[in-house]
């Protein structure tokens, strides 16, 4: 039977809340030079988008914005604006990429499954190169759920070219999106903590690491290995 994993993409294979930060940074002083507004004033914009964006911006909280502070700009122009700066602030480390085609070589399926508006991730997929190292992608947006619904993960799993019996890993950042949702798919799930403890409530992944790149590392030792298997 043949291997497979699914890899989130916000967070597991690109950091994407530092460039969250740094575009944050990078808007809020441009709002301070181009509309005068106060540092206080600036600071509680970069609060709230730090808050509001945190678990994933979507083209709606553009309208507040723009609202809140009267731009000009219309929240289309401001959704598309932000996320192709974000996707020239992310990047897959190359180890990663190389870890990816690793696991294809020996055999492994390799896809990606994100939640999030098509528009947007697929920027980043392409922009960072992992379209080339994987054999499928899924984005909830193009099918109107998101993970942890089972829809999703099967339809991620059906891309890939997977037959029912294939022995199949999730590898997230989400406790509930990604491993709960995986462990509910029927999957084995590597939980990438980023060095945070795990949160609870609720069964904890099968294996914890600190990064992709280290999830891959786990990944290859299994080959041959029982433990792999369902």
Not at 96 to 106: F, I, N, S, T
Not at 119 to 131: N, P, W
């Given at each position: 039977?043949?291997?497979?994993?699914?890899?989130?993409?916000?967070?597991?294979?690109?950091?994407?809340?530092?460039?969250?930060?740094t575009w944050?940074?990078?808007?809020?002083?441009?709002?301070?030079?181009?509309?005068g507004l106060?540092?206080?004033?600036?600071?509680?914009?970069?609060?709230?988008?730090?808050?509001?964006?945190?678990?994933?911006?979507?083209?709606?909280?553009?309208?507040?914005?723009?609202?809140?502070?009267?731009?000009?700009?219309?929240?289309?122009?401001?959704?598309?604006?932000?996320?192709?700066?974000?996707?020239?602030?992310?990047?897959?480390?190359?180890?990663?990429?190389?870890?990816?085609?690793?696991?294809?070589?020996?055999?492994?399926?390799?896809?990606?499954?994100?939640?999030?508006?098509?528009?947007?991730?697929?920027?980043?997929?392409?922009?960072?190169?992992?379209?080339?190292?994987?054999?499928?992608?899924?984005?909830?947006?193009?099918?109107?759920?998101?993970?942890?619904?089972?829809?999703v993960f099967?339809?991620?799993?059906?891309?890939?070219?997977?037959?029912?019996?294939?022995?199949?890993?999730?590898?997230?950042?989400?406790?509930?999106?990604?491993?709960?949702?995986?462990?509910?798919?029927?999957?084995?799930?590597?939980?990438?903590?980023?060095?945070?403890?795990?949160?609870?409530?609720?069964?904890?992944?099968?294996?914890?690491?600190?990064?992709?790149?280290?999830?891959?590392?786990?990944?290859?030792?299994?080959?041959?290995?029982?433990?792999?298997?369902?």
């Amino acid at each position: 039977m043949r291997r497979f994993v699914l890899f989130d993409l916000d967070d597991t294979l690109i950091d994407r809340q530092r460039a969250l930060r740094t575009w944050i940074a990078d808007f809020g002083a441009k709002l301070r030079l181009g509309a005068g507004l106060s540092a206080q004033a600036g600071a509680d914009v970069e609060a709230w988008l730090g808050e509001t964006f945190a678990a994933g911006a979507r083209p709606w909280h553009f309208q507040t914005l723009r609202e809140r502070l009267a731009l000009a700009e219309s929240a289309d122009q401001l959704w598309r604006r932000y996320y192709l700066d974000l996707a020239e602030r992310v990047h897959c480390p190359p180890a990663v990429l190389a870890g990816l085609d690793e696991l294809r070589d020996r055999g492994w399926a390799v896809g990606v499954l994100t939640n999030g508006p098509v528009d947007a991730q697929q920027v980043k997929l392409r922009r960072t190169g992992i379209v080339e190292h994987v054999d499928a992608w899924c984005i909830s947006g193009e099918l109107g759920v998101h993970k942890p619904d089972a829809a999703v993960f099967a339809e991620a799993i059906r891309r890939c070219g997977i037959p029912e019996d294939g022995v199949g890993w999730m590898v997230g950042d989400n406790p509930v999106a990604d491993i709960g949702g995986g462990r509910a798919a029927g999957l084995r799930t590597i939980w990438i903590s980023g060095g945070r403890p795990w949160p609870g409530p609720g069964p904890d992944a099968d294996l914890t690491v600190p990064d992709a790149a280290a999830a891959i590392r786990v990944l290859l030792t299994l080959d041959g290995d029982a433990s792999a298997r369902r």
